[in-house]
Nanobody
Framework: QVQLVESGGGLVQAGDSLRLSCAASASGYAMGWFRQAPGKEREFVAAISWSGGDIYYADSVKGRFTISIDMEKNTVYLQMNSLKPEDTAVYYC?????????????????WGQGTQVTVSS
């Protein structure tokens, strides 16, 4: 079992930046970020392999968000720049049972509690 704890959410204005962090209780897992807006399904945002060598982004955040991993700290980050109101959602950190990158929600088995990101216009 892997525990994941997110932090860093908040209320910002459009165009601002936020950095989310997710601390994992174990090492050796690829990591991903997902988000869920009210009334919508949970959607993939970004993923990274355990080594950090493979990264993948959803088209909606490409060029604005950056995912990174600190293997020594077992922590994954999501730097979010140029935030838009449509980025408003609960953001979840997640991990599959794999060291290699995954992008499908069903491949992820460990989930954090989520952190709220609200972007005002």
């Amino acid at each position: 079992q892997v525990q994941l704890v997110e932090s860093g959410g908040g209320l910002v204005q459009a165009g601002d930046s936020l950095r989310l962090s997710c601390a994992a209780s174990a090492s050796g897992y690829a990591m991903g970020w997902f988000r869920q807006a009210p009334g919508k399904e949970r959607e993939f945002v970004a993923a990274i392999s355990w080594s950090g060598g493979d990264i993948y982004y959803a088209d909606s955040v490409k060029g604005r968000f950056t995912i990174s991993i600190d293997m020594e700290k077992n922590t994954v980050y999501l730097q979010m720049n140029s935030l838009k109101p449509e980025d408003t959602a609960v953001y979840y950190c997640s991990a599959p049972r794999s060291t290699t990158l995954r992008i499908r929600t069903y491949e992820y088995v460990y989930w954090g509690q989520g952190t709220q990101v609200t972007v005002s216009s």
